[in-house]
């Protein structure tokens, strides 16, 4: 499974491992969809400390990740971002819209 998902009181931490391209951004997505609307959730914490490559189908993955928390009223901080994937995402301008640590 790309998505490993842990509930600890109303936190959410999912962590996406391997590749995260076209093929697999679709089956992250409603990985996390499945998740998020399970736990209900106050706080998601995308750990991407596995990642091995993402394009910008990972971008993607984000937005509705965020966008899915939003509409819950609840945040997201992505964690363990690896360099490339990054640089992917500051190039998109990802980091005025979603929180990084």
Do not use: W, Y
Not at 23 to 41: N, T
Request: aromatic share 2%.
């Amino acid at each position: 499974m790309a998505v490993t998902c842990t509930e600890k009181g109303r936190s959410l931490t999912a962590a996406v491992t391997g590749e995260l391209d076209h093929h697999r951004a679709k089956e992250v997505m409603e990985e996390l969809d499945r998740q998020i609307d399970a736990a209900l959730p106050r706080t998601l914490t995308l750990d991407l400390g596995g990642l091995t490559f993402t394009d910008s189908s990972g971008i993607a993955v984000l937005l509705r990740a965020s966008r899915r928390m939003a509409q819950i009223q609840g945040t997201m901080t992505v964690v363990h971002t690896p360099p490339q994937a990054q640089r992917v995402f500051d190039t998109a301008g990802l980091n005025k819209l979603i929180r990084f640590q």
